[in-house]
């Protein structure tokens, strides 16, 4: 069984910075692609930043330049570094991980629980 556990939201001033983590364990033979979602109060959620194990990168336009997707494969974990922050960053953060827990079972994704970032002054 894959379980996601993220951290390091918090309550942070208008241009400060967080890293956020996402860290998966359980049976995990490769990690395809990273995703990291957010949804602020009363909005729907919304993609932030995408990475597949092939190098391809995607962000939302309002986060480009600020938010910088990351892995350590060895440590099975995915980072989102957030600098220069804004009060429209405040929002439940959540990482979505595409999973292949051996080498012969399907990719499949898994959703943390959430962490919540405050961009407050």
């Known amino acids: 069984q894959v379980q996601l556990v993220e951290s390091g939201g918090g309550l942070v001033q208008p241009g400060g910075s967080l890293r956020l983590s996402c860290a998966a364990s359980?049976?995990?033979?490769?990690?395809?692609?990273m995703t990291w979602y957010r949804q602020a109060p009363g909005k729907q959620r919304e993609l932030v930043a995408a990475a597949t194990s092939g190098g391809n990168v995607n962000y939302v336009d309002s986060v480009k330049g600020r938010f910088t997707i990351s892995r350590d494969s060895a440590k099975n974990t995915v980072y989102l570094q957030m600098n220069s922050l804004k009060p429209e960053d405040t929002a439940v953060y959540y990482c979505n991980l595409v999973i292949k827990p051996t080498v012969v079972s399907p990719a499949t994704g898994y959703w943390g629980k959430g962490t919540l970032v405050i961009v407050s002054s």
């Open positions: 359980g049976s995990i033979f490769s990690i395809d692609a």
